[in-house]
Protein backbone atom coordinates (compact mmCIF):
# COMPACT_ATOMS: atom_id res chain seq x y z
CA UNK A 1 0.00 0.00 0.00
CA UNK A 2 1.61 3.48 -1.31
CA UNK A 3 0.03 5.17 1.96
CA UNK A 4 0.26 3.99 5.09
CA UNK A 5 -1.20 5.45 8.01
CA UNK A 6 0.55 4.77 11.15
CA UNK A 7 -0.18 6.91 14.29
CA UNK A 8 -2.09 9.29 15.33
CA UNK A 9 -1.40 11.86 19.06
CA UNK A 10 -4.51 13.99 19.15
CA UNK A 11 -3.70 16.54 15.67
CA UNK A 12 -0.42 14.90 14.99
CA UNK A 13 -0.53 12.20 11.85
CA UNK A 14 1.92 9.98 10.78
CA UNK A 15 1.92 8.71 7.32
CA UNK A 16 4.45 6.11 5.27
CA UNK A 17 4.71 6.99 1.62
CA UNK A 18 6.59 3.96 -0.93
CA UNK A 19 5.73 3.12 -4.80
CA UNK A 20 3.76 5.65 -6.51
CA UNK A 21 0.83 7.07 -5.32
CA UNK A 22 -2.55 6.76 -7.69
CA UNK A 23 -6.02 8.41 -7.26
CA UNK A 24 -7.52 5.57 -5.07
CA UNK A 25 -4.69 5.98 -2.40
CA UNK A 26 -6.40 9.73 -1.71
CA UNK A 27 -9.80 7.69 -1.02
CA UNK A 28 -8.68 6.88 1.70
CA UNK A 29 -5.92 9.74 2.92
CA UNK A 30 -8.20 12.21 2.31
CA UNK A 31 -11.23 11.69 4.44
CA UNK A 32 -8.72 10.35 7.86
CA UNK A 33 -7.15 13.79 7.45
CA UNK A 34 -10.59 15.62 7.23
CA UNK A 35 -11.63 13.75 10.32
CA UNK A 36 -8.69 15.29 11.73
CA UNK A 37 -8.84 18.43 10.96
CA UNK A 38 -12.88 18.58 11.93
CA UNK A 39 -12.16 17.45 15.36
CA UNK A 40 -8.88 19.94 16.45
CA UNK A 41 -9.03 22.60 13.68
CA UNK A 42 -5.12 23.34 12.34
CA UNK A 43 -3.02 20.15 12.37
CA UNK A 44 1.01 18.32 11.92
CA UNK A 45 1.39 15.96 9.45
CA UNK A 46 4.70 13.68 9.34
CA UNK A 47 5.21 12.18 6.01
CA UNK A 48 7.59 9.26 5.78
CA UNK A 49 9.13 8.46 2.33
CA UNK A 50 10.54 5.12 1.36
CA UNK A 51 11.18 3.83 -1.70
CA UNK A 52 8.48 6.30 -3.08
CA UNK A 53 8.37 7.49 -6.42
CA UNK A 54 5.66 10.15 -6.91
CA UNK A 55 2.83 10.31 -8.31
CA UNK A 56 0.48 9.33 -11.38
CA UNK A 57 -1.67 11.65 -13.11
CA UNK A 58 -4.90 11.04 -11.15
CA UNK A 59 -2.93 11.32 -7.80
CA UNK A 60 -1.00 14.69 -8.57
CA UNK A 61 -4.58 16.15 -9.47
CA UNK A 62 -6.19 14.98 -6.19
CA UNK A 63 -2.90 16.13 -4.38
CA UNK A 64 -3.29 19.65 -6.14
CA UNK A 65 -7.20 19.69 -5.09
CA UNK A 66 -6.03 18.70 -1.37
CA UNK A 67 -3.45 20.83 -1.22
CA UNK A 68 -5.99 23.98 -2.16
CA UNK A 69 -8.63 23.07 0.25
CA UNK A 70 -6.33 22.78 3.18
CA UNK A 71 -4.06 25.52 2.55
CA UNK A 72 -4.10 26.79 5.95
CA UNK A 73 -5.18 23.72 7.90
CA UNK A 74 -2.04 22.28 8.19
CA UNK A 75 -0.15 24.12 11.13
CA UNK A 76 3.39 21.90 10.73
CA UNK A 77 4.63 19.30 7.82
CA UNK A 78 7.75 17.21 8.60
CA UNK A 79 9.28 15.30 5.57
CA UNK A 80 11.22 12.30 5.64
CA UNK A 81 13.06 11.63 2.77
CA UNK A 82 15.60 9.48 1.02
CA UNK A 83 16.45 11.95 -2.28
CA UNK A 84 16.93 14.96 -3.45
CA UNK A 85 14.24 15.33 -5.17
CA UNK A 86 11.87 14.87 -2.11
CA UNK A 87 14.09 17.57 -0.42
CA UNK A 88 13.44 20.09 -3.23
CA UNK A 89 9.52 19.23 -2.86
CA UNK A 90 9.73 20.07 0.25
CA UNK A 91 10.91 23.47 -0.51
CA UNK A 92 8.74 23.25 -3.63
CA UNK A 93 5.50 23.14 -1.80
CA UNK A 94 5.85 26.08 0.84
CA UNK A 95 3.72 28.43 -1.64
CA UNK A 96 1.13 26.29 -1.25
CA UNK A 97 0.44 26.25 2.64
CA UNK A 98 0.70 27.98 5.60
CA UNK A 99 2.43 25.16 7.35
CA UNK A 100 5.75 25.71 8.79
CA UNK A 101 7.77 23.03 6.70
CA UNK A 102 10.66 20.95 7.03
CA UNK A 103 12.73 18.38 5.29
CA UNK A 104 14.30 15.58 7.29
CA UNK A 105 16.84 13.23 5.84
CA UNK A 106 15.90 9.35 6.67
CA UNK A 107 18.25 8.77 9.05
CA UNK A 108 16.68 11.57 10.97
CA UNK A 109 13.17 10.28 11.58
CA UNK A 110 13.77 10.60 15.75
CA UNK A 111 14.41 14.26 15.25
CA UNK A 112 11.30 15.02 12.78
CA UNK A 113 9.36 13.30 15.24
CA UNK A 114 10.42 15.71 17.93
CA UNK A 115 10.04 18.59 15.24
CA UNK A 116 6.47 18.23 14.74
CA UNK A 117 5.51 17.36 18.35
CA UNK A 118 7.29 20.50 19.94
CA UNK A 119 4.76 22.90 21.02
CA UNK A 120 4.87 26.21 19.76
CA UNK A 121 6.28 29.11 22.21
CA UNK A 122 3.94 32.12 22.27
CA UNK A 123 5.99 35.41 22.02
CA UNK A 124 4.56 38.41 24.45
CA UNK A 125 4.13 41.87 22.88
Known sequence: ???EHKNDIGKLLEF???GKLTKSDYET???LVESVVKEHGKIRLLVIMHDFHGWNAGALWEDIKFDAK???DIERLAIVGETKWQEWMSKFCRPFTTAKIKYF???E???????IAK???H???
Open 16 to 18: HLS
Open 29 to 31: FVP
Open 70 to 72: HFA
Open 123 to 125: QKA
Open 1 to 3: MPI
Open 105 to 107: DAN
Open 109 to 115: VESARTW
Open 119 to 121: QQV
